[in-house]
């Protein structure tokens, strides 16, 4: 059985400036670019929304915010059109463009 030690053994060798660079480069590589939906999931993404909002149902939303996808939960207060947001009942507030998926969750 080899028992290495990992990467334990190289950081000694290793420049402060090179660790850096390698989590900044590990840390671009988690980014997700936005996902772009067609006319048919907006429009279902919409219906999703108007039926959630209107039965008072508690939805997961998938939201993409810096680089990043989320996953959140909750219940949809207000769908104001004049700002493109979205209102949840815990205070968050998220921007259409930002929602691409969203679930019923029962």
């Known amino acids: 059985m080899i028992r290495d030690r990992g990467n334990i053994k190289w950081t000694a060798m290793m420049l402060p400036e090179h660790v ?7 840390a671009q590589d988690e980014n997700v670019e936005k996902p772009e939906l067609d006319e048919w999931g907006l429009q279902d993404l919409s219906e999703q929304l108007q039926i959630a909002y209107a039965n008072n149902l508690e939805v997961e939303l998938s939201i993409w915010k810096e ?40």
């Open 20 to 26: 850096k660079l390698l989590q900044e480069w590990k």
């Open 67 to 106: 680089k990043r996808i989320f996953k959140v939960i909750g219940i949809i207060t207000k769908l104001d059109t004049k700002s493109a947001s979205l209102y949840l009942e815990d205070g968050q507030n998220f921007p259409f463009s930002a929602i691409f998926g969203v679930s019923l969750t029962v």
